[in-house]
């Protein structure tokens, strides 16, 4: 592998060093993601290859690296821009499924939960009590790529309203997107 690495000029070893490290962390990153959903299947099969890449770059960068510590570096700095990018991804996936809590006036709990049902969503109400007044609590499992759409949806029915937004596991039951 040496005569190979030698064979390479600098610049390129430094560039194939920093972009295969960005797509390894970044594979890390969704895997985690994947696993941490209840996806372990894909998750095993992401960091399989994960490990291969992981273990050849690794390779690449000790390879004399007394000689030419700058791989360290940049290796470092792909490392870093890997987990911003990966995070990156794993937001525009949107993988898995969020618990969102609204806690509305009485008066609107009715035509907002209809609203909602009306977007494909499954709404459990909840009648409350607040300070003040009588409240509804919404309760909803949604994919975590609608959340800001239904939280637009809720907005536009109560601007002071309480929004709470958890990540979950998986769902089993249910109506709508939940595992079965």
């Known amino acids: 592998m040496s005569e190979v690495l030698d064979a390479i000029h600098p610049l390129i070893l430094y560039i194939l060093i ?9 594979m890390a990153v969704v895997r985690i993601v994947l696993i941490t959903k209840g996806e372990k299947v894909k998750g095993a099969v992401i960091g399989f290859f994960e490990v291969i890449i992981w273990v050849i770059l690794a390779a690449t ?24 990018l990966g995070s990156m991804i794993e937001a525009k996936l949107a993988l898995g499924t969020v618990s969102i809590q609204a806690i509305v006036k009485k008066v609107q709990g009715k035509d907002l939960s209809k609203a909602l049902r009306t977007q494909g969503l499954a709404v459990t109400a909840v009648d409350a009590y607040g300070r ?10 949604v994919p975590r790529r609608k959340i800001q759409k239904t939280i637009n949806t809720i907005k536009s029915f109560q601007k002071d309203v309480v929004i709470t937004v958890n990540d979950i596991r998986p769902v089993y039951g249910g109506h709508g997107i939940l595992r079965k």
């Not at 920093?18 to 970044?26: H, P, S």
């Not at 003040?132 to 499992?141: F, G, N, P, T, V």
């Open 61 to 84: 960068v000790l390879t004399n690296v007394t000689d030419d510590p700058f791989k360290v570096v940049v290796y470092s700095l792909a490392f870093a821009i890997g987990n911003y």
């Open 18 to 26: 920093f972009v295969v490290k960005i797509i390894e962390v970044a």
């Open 132 to 141: 003040d007044d009588r409240k509804e609590i919404l309760y909803m499992h």
